[in-house]
């Protein structure tokens, strides 16, 4: 997972954002949400292959609605694949989430939360939750943090802002 919005602001669908991190195509058929929400994604078909691949470094965004209710509500690029919908909604409060592969092995979970280390601003101020450094676990609230921007970025790379480095703001208190 790349990207969460569990509590979207306002009547928007929620949506994750699944993201092959490697330079070879991922076969995705019948692989399934089993935590959190419920989703399916299609069997093969010789009609379209193609639809059940994961390319390389390719993001897909799968969504509480329908393609064109998803892409109405957020900025996604034409070229991103948008599934859905699934079935129940991620608890504005916390949980688990899950995706396994056509054979039950697990392909990804995390589980976020609406408090503690988690950013309240993705808890319905319209933030989603953006997935950090792809070199580190997946599963660990030190590599995620709030999208810059309201809505998120659906379907596209976070590019990290530059950082410009500030003299110390600590006052000497006791003086």
């Known amino acids: 997972f790349s990207e969460m919005m569990y509590h979207p602001h306002g009547d928007k669908p929620e949506y994750i954002e699944v993201s092959n991190l490697t330079a070879t195509p991922l076969d995705i058929t019948d692989w399934r949400f089993t935590e959190g ?32 209710t998803t892409r109405a509500a957020y900025p996604i690029p034409a070229a991103v694949r948008v599934f859905g919908p699934w079935t129940g909604n991620l608890s504005d409060a916390g949980e688990r989430v899950t995706l396994k592969d056509k054979n039950g092995a697990l392909a990804c979970t995390v589980e976020y939360n609406d408090r503690g280390h988690w950013s309240p601003a993705a808890d319905g101020a319209g933030h989603s939750l953006v997935f950090k450094n792809p070199n580190r676990v997946v599963d ?14 659906p379907g596209y790379e976070v590019v990290s802002l530059v950082e410009t480095p500030v003299a110390n703001p600590e006052i000497n208190l006791s003086q």
């Open 140 to 153: 660990d609230w030190r590599n995620w943090t709030v999208s810059e921007r309201p809505d998120g970025t």
């Open 37 to 68: 929400v419920d989703y399916a994604f299609p069997s093969f078909s010789t009609n379209s292959p193609a639809l059940t691949f994961l390319k390389a470094f390719e993001r897909i965004v799968v969504s509480a609605a329908d393609e064109a």
